[in-house]
């Protein structure tokens, strides 16, 4: 992936009828002013993805899944195989602090996806983050070592990664500035190793007010923007920081 583009992705996560899934995405489309490098995608539950597809086909609102199966195809009632997100995304979040705690995804099961998504060519949003207990006890950079290692190996650079604390997730506590650039310095670094310049995400209680502030960090190339992505007038203010930097 190219690093010179600002991805801001909006995680609607398990919210929003049909309808008002549908509602929110046209009030996004008719005011959104498409910016020079700038990508702009939503992600809202597998059932909306039909719909939102065929609406935004020619748009330059992006499309992302929130999850898939780690496995292609099978006996697995309930799951939603790569396969059948084929031409309904282009995106794919992967490895949510909330899939890995409530739903015990494990590392391994995680990369899984990472490389069915790779193959398929559609592009996995990896997600990782620490919890506030492996900060406190001086596990922060081993913890995001031990969720990448299973897909540092890739060769294919289609992928961006999300920095998400865990312990910012819903809660309206932000890390600081310093804090989120020393670790996306860390992940550059880490990355760079690898020979990979993937675009390095944060997320955690964005919001309009702290989005100019964060796309100003070094490293960061975007936001993944969930309870503030919910409200168009909100999503379009984090979308506009973009162009404010820029000016
Ligand atoms: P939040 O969620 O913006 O509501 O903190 C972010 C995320 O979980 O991706």
């Not at 490895?95 to 559609?122: C, M, T, W, Y």
């Not at 922060?140 to 992928?159: C, D, G, M, R, V």
């Not at 675009?199 to 960090?217: D, F, R, T």
């Amino acid at each position: 992936m190219i690093t010179t583009k600002t991805y801001i992705v909006g995680n609607w996560k398990m919210n929003l009828s049909h309808q008002e899934a549908m509602d929110l995405m046209h009030n996004l489309q008719a005011n959104y002013q498409p910016q020079p490098n700038c990508e702009v995608v939503i992600a809202p539950q597998f059932p909306m993805l039909f719909s939102l597809s065929q609406t935004l086909k020619t748009s330059p609102i992006k499309i992302s899944a929130q999850n898939c199966a780690s496995e292609l195809t099978g006996a697995y009632t309930g799951e939603v195989s790569a396969n059948a997100l084929l031409g309904l995304c282009d995106y794919c979040i992967i490895g949510h602090s909330e899939r890995r705690n409530i739903f015990q995804e494990s590392p391994q099961n995680v990369a899984k996806k990472f490389f069915l998504l790779q193959d398929l060519g559609i592009i996995p949003i990896f997600c990782i983050g620490e919890s506030l207990q492996q900060r406190a006890s001086g596990m922060l950079e081993s913890t995001l070592i031990a969720q990448l290692e299973p897909i540092l190996h890739t060769k294919n650079t289609n992928f961006i990664i999300a920095y998400e604390p865990v312990w910012a997730i819903g809660t309206g506590k932000i890390a600081t500035s310093e804090q989120i650039a020393s670790i996306h310095l860390f992940l550059s670094n880490l990355l760079a190793k690898k020979q990979h310049s993937t675009p390095i995400l944060y997320g955690g209680s964005v919001k309009a007010a702290n989005s100019q502030e964060l796309l100003q960090i070094n490293n960061l190339h975007g936001l993944l923007v969930g309870g503030a992505s919910l409200k168009a007038t909100e999503f379009l203010e984090i979308i506009k920081t973009h162009k404010n930097n820029n000016e």
